[in-house]
């Protein structure tokens, strides 16, 4: 009946035609974790390599060339844009940022690699990329300065007719900091907005979401009012070609017997998903198709990306190639083992780099696990230090009582075998102990030269890796320093003093016989 009285007024009043069925042409990325060059699984290559997929070069054209063909082409981006190469460690989204805009997106929503620097990297890029960002289940006080930029869910039009896309992410965000942001559950936060948008007469729901291809399943079947989830954070490659290697899936997936169509391109930019929908005036999906589309040299490069990216690139090996130091001696490991067992030069060096610049704290503790190679002597350069300590890793002072510390020092030993890595085994400056392999006992633990005393708080400096209960120790609150671990590293290093360091053998085995 209601459609009958629409039709006449509008028949009688303007003579307007029949809403129709609407195409839209859906592209999309997700994940594409700072992945400025193409590669491959041996890493980064030029712009003109046969064997390797992804780049932004390559990204920008496909992009503008489907919005130039079809400017009706609503282009999305499902999170995890920070985080993944040297570009993002070393120039953080200073050529990312020119980059992402030069993309007509449309929307995107947050990952949870977008928090790894705090809030302030966030906040530095998404308040000034012109793409709107979607979050339903986010609430960010108004204090957060990040609240004014996230919106739950926006309306777009295409021919007429309004879509509304609802935008979702991880409840594993890492807010560090102590950030005022919440999480709310994932499917009544976007059960609220599709009653707001159907309450608008909206019948199209888009779920940009960074949430895993697991939970978008289960989204989907829960509320099947969800028409695309245009999904990330599993790195899930949907294609349509098998003999692609890490093929999750078709391209699109279906759920509720085809009426939702779940949509994500892997990760890096290797592939960029284009899904063709036309959609009912009742809003049902009548007909799709559309596949991941590799981004091989055949989709050809954006001249003003690539010229962005040069200069990146130029930037990180002027970073890269800076010397740090003329080391006379080198630092390695011991036993012939290329990593920190037990008594480990290298790893007593950092954790004595580190008490250098805090000589407030009674001690530092380190995981070995972090320490990734050694350093021979002579020239010292920032991309060795680089992989000596990869990690951006915020260097944190913890409190522990003469108890605690020793149930760390007693964790670090409890992976322990005579020939294993093991990456919990602490090494440590203003601490020494000894430990047994068999039994795993520690003994004659000192600190600063006395006896530890168990009732007494110590101040220790470690990394935010350790506080946060990574290797699986306890997790203690932490203040922060405002360094990472690698800075410090490079600014004690700096100091020539510090190039020669006399082997206290903090870590001691006692054989058992
Ligand atoms: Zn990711």
């Given at each position: ?39 491959n699984e041996y890493g980064d ?81 998404i308040s000034r990329w012109h ?383």
């Amino acid at each position: 009946m209601k459609k009958i009285i629409f039709l006449l007024i509008c028949v009688l009043l303007y003579g307007c035609k029949q809403p129709e069925n609407l195409k839209i042409n859906l592209i999309h990325t997700n994940d594409l974790h700072t992945h400025l060059l193409p590669f491959n699984e041996y890493g980064d290559c030029t712009i003109d390599s046969q064997n390797c997929l992804g780049g932004f070069a390559r990204i920008t054209a496909f992009m503008l060339k489907e919005k130039q063909e079809n400017p009706d082409s609503i282009i999305l981006d499902a999170g995890d844009r920070f985080t993944g190469t040297a570009f993002y460690t070393l120039t953080k989204s200073r050529y990312l940022l020119p980059l992402f805009e030069m993309i007509p997106y449309d929307a995107a929503t947050l990952g949870n690699h977008e928090f790894d620097d705090n809030l302030s990297e966030t906040v530095h890029f998404i308040s000034r990329w012109h793409t709107p960002i979607l979050a339903a289940n986010i609430l960010s006080s108004s204090k957060e300065p990040i609240s004014q930029y996230i919106k739950p869910s926006m309306i777009i039009e295409r021919n007429g007719r309004k879509i509304g896309i609802i935008g979702v992410t991880t409840p594993e965000i890492n807010i560090l900091g102590g950030a005022a942001i919440e999480i709310t559950p994932i499917k009544q936060a976007v059960e609220t907005e599709i009653k707001k948008l159907k309450n608008q007469g909206i019948n199209i729901i888009i779920v940009l979401s960074h949430i895993s291809l697991t939970q978008d399943i289960k989204l989907a079947k829960a509320l099947p009012d969800i028409d695309i989830i245009v999904g990330g954070h599993s790195h899930s490659l949907l294609i349509n070609d098998k003999s692609v290697v890490h093929r999750r899936g078709e391209y699109p997936m279906t759920v509720n017997g085809g009426k939702t169509l779940i949509v994500s391109c892997g990760m890096g930019g290797q592939y960029v998903g284009k899904l063709q929908a036309e959609f009912n005036t009742d809003g049902e999906i009548i007909n799709y198709n559309g596949d991941a589309v590799a981004m091989n040299i055949d989709i050809g490069a954006d001249s003003a990306a690539v010229k962005i990216i040069a200069d990146a690139q130029t930037e990180l090996n002027n970073i890269l190639s800076e010397k740090i130091v003329e080391l006379p001696q080198s630092y390695g490991y011991t036993d012939g083992t290329d990593y920190c067992s037990q008594e480990c030069p290298i790893g007593e060096y950092i954790a004595y780099l580190l008490a250098q610049e805090h000589p407030e704290v009674d001690g530092v503790i380190i995981n070995s696990g972090a320490i990734r190679s050694a350093l021979p002597h002579g020239t010292v350069t920032f991309n060795q230090i680089l992989e000596l300590y990869p990690y951006d890793n915020p260097a944190v002072i913890i409190e522990l009582s003469g108890k605690e510390l020793k149930k760390f020092l007693r964790h670090g030993i409890t992976h322990y075998h005579k020939r294993g890595k093991t990456n919990e085994l602490l090494q440590t400056a203003g601490i020494r102990y000894e430990f047994t392999v068999d039994d795993k006992r520690i003994e004659n633990i000192s600190i600063k030269g006395k006896p530890l005393e168990s009732d007494k708080t110590y101040r220790l400096l470690t990394s935010m890796f350790i506080a946060n209960g990574g290797d699986r120790y306890p997790q203690k609150t932490y203040t922060e320093t405002g360094s990472t671990v690698r800075e410090i590293i490079v600014n004690q290093m700096k100091n020539p003093q510090n190039s020669v360091y006399q082997l206290e053998h903090n870590v001691q085995i006692i054989q058992n016989n």
